[in-house]
């Protein structure tokens, strides 16, 4: 080996300080056009929604109208429900008797002043013949009266 001939020194490659600088910018960059690209959309979005709000606060209502007619005189409406009474009366026999002819059952429908039994109650009957009797003896002692006043 002679000393004139040199044996191959490496290299040292020299990287260039402004590579932070770049990559920095880059990225920059990036969350820059990121930014922009999602902000972009919701301002739009935003615009248009508020001139669509300030269109339906200007406007007038819309409402439905009809034409009026005359209904009917009668209108039936069927519900659906059931009937009690809120007051029941028992009818109890006020005079003794039996029972002639009976009209009406238990349920059936009745109206005002319908006759619903006819009872034979011969101890009244017999207070009213004697009632009469009494009544016809009065008159003709009233008549005797006058008679014997004239």
């Not at 009474?85 to 039996?98: M, V």
């Not at 101890?123 to 009266?145: G, P, R, Y």
């Amino acid at each position: 080996m002679s000393g004139s001939e040199s044996s191959p020194v490496p290299t040292r490659q020299v990287f260039p300080v402004n590579r932070p600088r770049r990559t920095l910018f880059g990225v920059a960059a990036v969350f820059g056009v990121l930014f922009v690209v999602g902000i972009l959309p919701r301002l739009l979005l935003h615009h248009r929604l508020s001139t669509e709000a300030d269109a339906m606060r200007d406007r007038l209502p819309i409402v439905s109208t009809t034409h009026p007619h005359r209904s009917p005189e009668v209108v039936e409406l069927p519900l659906p429900g059931s009937v009690e009474a809120i007051l029941e009366t028992g009818i109890w026999a006020r005079t003794n008797g039996y029972l002639r002819a009976r009209y009406v059952d238990i349920g059936d429908r009745v109206t005002k002043g319908q006759l619903l039994a006819e009872i034979e109650t011969p101890e009244v009957d017999q207070q009213l013949q004697q009632a009469i009797a009494t009544m016809n003896q009065d008159k003709a002692n009233v008549v005797k009266f006058e008679a014997d006043l004239a």
